[in-house]
């Protein structure tokens, strides 16, 4: 898809919004803003603004739906009709069906849904802004909204991006990026236990760039997952303090 | 075998806490020989017992806790009572009345209706069946009067405080009668609205300040500061 014409990174490797090619974009993350919601969590990634609200545990409706061994957990990713720079239409498309269900399944794992049966959990992810890698944005900020709704879970879950851009392969992936690029790869990692939860490709890379894009978004992950932990123990920061 | 954190440091999920010869307690899981929170909260050492005490958490039913509940519906022959919990807890009417129960002639209605707040104990639980709960027994049944706050159920047993010094203390100052239920729903009855609203006052600020060291102490002085206060006006 890349036009001839257009450079993604310049001779100095140096990419469009000035970033190495190893770099991420700044990243914000708040935990616990949405008081209606049992948790919630709300991350800035360069240009991306995702909102992620957890409801539950709690009786499943409809009643037909819930397990008899395990939590149901339902996610839904839904982006703004301002997320994007043509209005998008608010219904649930396709690709937003689809991201609901990779998301879902990128968090299954981190959580004891055995525990607690017949019940479950709703996870609501609302892009406000987007500006590539919302996907990846999108688990980091439900996982933090999962772990500030008091749900246990095995590990948290971090997301990042790679690709390939203009033959180089680089990290977290911006909107530009992404559609004019070769290929990208989303990870999601439970970092403690060294676990991808989330793997795909889009594109075309051969195997020895496919293993150092795996390598490089397993970086990534590590770096945005000591923010995470930071924008997590920050709400609860005041706990900290009056102990010492 | 190293443990990881200090006690009383702060935890979120995944964070390994010990290695080794030490026991998975609350809020805490074991993957081979080492340990790991399962959530936010504030790590303790019980010998070579590894917990955590959760500070977000919800309640989960236990045989024999006294619970304060809504009543959200009423069926054939019991009621639904929202319990502040993932699952709904269940009355049936001949728990509830003190005679045998006649579907064709007692309207339960009459005896609970819904939007009613009741203490009740629970009677039986477990993973495949929804609580079930009793109101048969002194001091249980239907709430005529007084206010109801909620917290955090974790942080119950701070309201407590050790053998109860906590509560008691706080019934003695403020002469009100408190009823705590385990699900994180209290009731305040006391003789006079001030009365009610002082205690309501302190059980806010420990829940704030739950996590503090001498907050008896303090609650104490906050208590005799504010009826001085009152008593002067």
Known sequence: MSQKNMKLIDK?????????????????????????????????QGKNKILAAVFGPKELHPKHMALPDRMVLRCRYHMAPFSVQERKSPAPSRREVE???????????????????????DVFIEVLQADGSTRCASITAASSALADAGIPMRDLVVACSTGKVDGTIVLDLM??????GEADVPLALMPNLNAITLLQMDGQLTLEEFEKAVNLALEGCKKIYTLQKEALKAKYVSFKEAEE | MPTFFERKQLVVPGDLIAEDDYIAGENTYAEGKRIYASRIGIVDYENKKVNVVALRAFYIPKVGDIVIGTVTEIGFNGWTVDVNSPYQAILRASDALSRPFRPQRDDLSQVLDVGDLIVAKITAYDRAHDPQLTVAEPGLGKITRGQIIKITPTKIPRVIGRKGSMISMIKQETGCQIILGLNGVILVTGKTLEDEQLAIMAINKIEEESHTSGLTDRITQMLKEMKEKRGAN
């Open chain 1, 99 to 121: 991201l609901s269900k990779v998301i879902r399944e990128a968090l299954e794992p981190s959580i004891f849904l055995e525990y607690y049966p017949r019940t479950g959990i």
């Open chain 1, 12 to 44: 100095k490797g140096v990419r469009l919004d000035g970033r190495k090619p190893d770099e991420l974009r700044p990243i914000k993350i708040d935990v616990g803003i949405l008081s209606n919601a049992d948790g919630s969590a709300y991350i800035e």
């Open chain 1, 175 to 180: 909107d530009t990026e992404d559609k004019m």
